[in-house]
């Protein structure tokens, strides 16, 4: 059956062609925009999934980590009494604008963390590579990400700069570490970043980051600290998700890259339904003497199955490498195109079914051939 | 005999003459009510082994539908079709695709090979769609090929082949199976006089040789000196049975 499917998708090359390159399209559109999508919320979680708090603490209401409310210091106590609870941590979270070597303003995202010596924040800066990350508890010091050097007009560690009218030493850089906002992320102490935001009072803080002392019931923490007036505790990954909800959800971009991963589909699904349909229409009399002859409708029917599913092996073989162009060609534009094993694996899956559906027209008009039709003329 | 006849296979044998498919009294009526049209009415016929029979009429008598009943391409609307030693005119489809790759081979007119497929490949595929746990389905194909003397040209595309090259690789399709009948939808209308005659010829040869039962709808009147009979259809009914090769009483 495999190579009758596979002589009769070949005999009309070009239509082949078309089919081939229908299926690499949508094969490509869905893993770019899906990638493109994992991308961003990869970027918008990229700070809570890098921590290693076990609990997240904020304020009740709170819709999205970037803008958290503050709360004052008190919390802190209150948390780090809570039984089950090893280790508390302050975290400071805001916008502020910092000024350009050009005399223009930028808007930044502030992350002060706890630098307190011989013990590493759950929130410190990663993929540090250049520059020293325990300068970070010097009054005015910050770490930035080296892919913003164009924004913040920073060249290298050691550059000042002024926040909220402040003067800020870069003192280390790290890679990869962008925030969903475009605004670039500043780490500094809390101490510094309290400097930067003088009207949230005195010593706010924007969350609380709990370790859990060893063999705590998380679910019964959770649940003392939620006990608490007005805050809220999330696990990691739920404080990950829900990051990921309300910036798929409350700015569309969900929407907008999987109806383009779907439309992807349909590309796919009109042009490999069109061509194996045209392909069954030539080929109708020889499947109609084939059933005249005794052959199951499953025969015919596994004919025009295996045409499918060679249109998708190979489209997938020739749209998945596609992508891989595409994902490198958009890094240089500072998008993170995330193409996961799994991806793979659900978009093969895709297409495999894609394919199928596409030769349901094909197939009934296969089952509804008469086989006394191949006597009419 | 041609000599790609002279290969004898192994196929069933019964008696010359026997009796191995009957229609009796069958009618066909398209459409209902004012709008029925009676294609064949209290149509009677023997199919014997090892004989060729001839289906002649005009266009619109009912010989496709008779033939179509024959092969269980069509359900009648009234009569018997015996097959196997029995009726099988009631049957569903789930068994006349069985019934069929045993005991029919069709031939046709605009030969309907897979333009994509080589000669052997046409013929190995049609094989294996009859039987799809036939093993050797490729040395079958060539062996049929050879049988109808194209066993040189089994790697060539229907394109490359002569018009009766191709009806003959038809021919070899259609015995894929080893089926006892053969059907054929005038077969030797889309070729020359020539080649005509060598293509009945081989069916002919493979009544004779083989006793396979050979009916062949046509409008050639040539083509009586092949036939041991000639079915005259007309007007939905079968007019007269005649042996046009029977030795006149002295």
Not at chain 1, 257 to 270: E, N, R, S, W
Not at chain 2, 26 to 38: C, L
Not at chain 2, 166 to 188: C, F, H, M, S, Y
Request: charged share 20%.
């Amino acid at each position: 059956m495999w190579n009758l499917a596979r002589k009769l998708l070949l005999h009309d090359r070009l239509r082949f062609a078309v089919a081939i390159a229908g299926v690499s399209v949508s094969v490509m559109l869905v893993l770019v925009q899906v990638g493109l999508y994992f991308g961003f919320m990869d970027t918008a979680s990229s700070l809570i999934d890098a921590s290693t708090a076990d609990l997240w603490v904020g304020k009740q209401g709170n819709e999205s980590f970037e803008f958290a409310t503050p709360f004052d210091e008190r919390t802190l106590y209150k948390v780090a009494s809570v039984p089950g609870v090893a280790r508390a941590e302050r975290v400071l979270m805001s916008f502020v604008q910092a000024k350009l070597p050009d005399g223009g303003d930028l808007g930044v995202q502030v992350v002060g963390i706890e630098t307190t010596p011989g013990q590493r924040s759950m929130l410190a800066p990663w993929n540090v590579v250049a520059g020293d990350p325990q300068r970070l508890a010097e009054p005015g010091a910050i770490v930035v990400d080296r892919t913003e050097y164009a924004k913040l007009k920073i060249d290298r560690v050691g550059h000042v700069t002024e926040i909220a009218g402040t003067r800020a030493e870069v003192v280390a850089l790290t890679s990869g570490i962008r925030s969903f906002t475009t605004s670039p992320i500043v780490f500094t102490d809390l101490r510094t970043a309290r400097s930067y935001l003088p009207q949230f009072g005195d010593e706010p803080v924007t969350y609380v980051l709990v370790k859990l002392a060893p063999g705590a019931d998380r679910l019964a923490v959770q649940a003392r600290i939620e006990a608490l007036p007005h805050l809220a505790a999330y696990t990691t990954p739920q404080m990950s998700t829900r990051t990921r909800t309300y910036w798929s959800e409350r700015t569309g971009v969900g929407a907008g890259f999987f109806t383009t991963a779907v439309l992807g589909v349909i590309v796919g699904f009109v042009v490999v339904g069109q061509i194996l349909y045209s392909g069954t229409l030539q080929y109708l009399r020889e499947y109609g003497t084939l059933k005249a002859m005794g052959a199951k409708n499953s025969a015919v029917v596994r004919v025009i199955l295996s045409q499918a599913m060679i249109s998708a092996a190979l489209g997938f073989a020739v749209g998945a490498p596609l992508a891989i162009g595409m994902r490198a060609a958009m890094k240089g534009a500072n998008l993170n195109v995330a193409l996961t094993p799994e991806l793979y694996a659900v978009t093969a899956g895709i297409t495999i079914v894609m394919c199928a559906f596409a030769a349901l027209l094909s197939i009934v008009k296969v089952l509804r051939l008469d086989p006394a039709s191949v006597f009419k003329g | 005999m041609p000599a790609a006849l002279a290969i004898q296979e192994t196929v069933p044998s019964p008696a010359r003459h026997a009796v191995i498919a009957r229609v009796a009294g069958v009618a066909k009526t398209y459409g209902s009510g004012e709008n029925a049209v009676a294609a064949l009415t209290g149509a009677t016929l023997d199919i014997r082994a090892g004989e060729v029979t001839l289906i002649e009429g005009p266009s619109g008598s009912g010989k496709t539908t008779l033939i179509s009943i024959l092969g269980l391409l069509l359900t009648p609307t009234a009569g018997e079709v015996w097959l196997e030693g029995r009726n099988v005119a009631g049957l569903g489809e789930r068994e006349l695709p069985g019934l069929r790759a045993r005991n029919f081979g069709f031939v046709f007119q605009g030969f309907n090979l897979f333009p994509a497929l080589s000669a052997l490949e046409n013929v190995a595929i049609a094989i294996r769609m009859k039987n799809p746990r036939a093993r050797g389905a490729e040395a079958e194909a060539r062996r049929l090929l050879d049988h109808v003397g194209l066993g040189s040209r089994a790697h060539h595309l229907p394109a490359d082949l002569s018009g009766g090259q191709k009806q003959r690789v038809a021919i070899a399709r259609a015995l894929g199976g080893n089926p006892p009948i053969l059907i054929g939808d005038e077969p030797t209308a889309a070729l020359d006089t020539k080649t005509a005659l060598s293509v009945m010829e081989l069916l002919r040869e493979l009544a004779t040789t083989e006793r396979r039962a050979v009916v062949v709808v046509t409008h050639d009147p040539r083509l009586e000196r092949f036939a041991d009979r000639v079915v005259r259809v007309e007007d939905g009914r079968i007019e007269a049975i005649t042996t046009p090769n029977a030795t006149p009483a002295t």
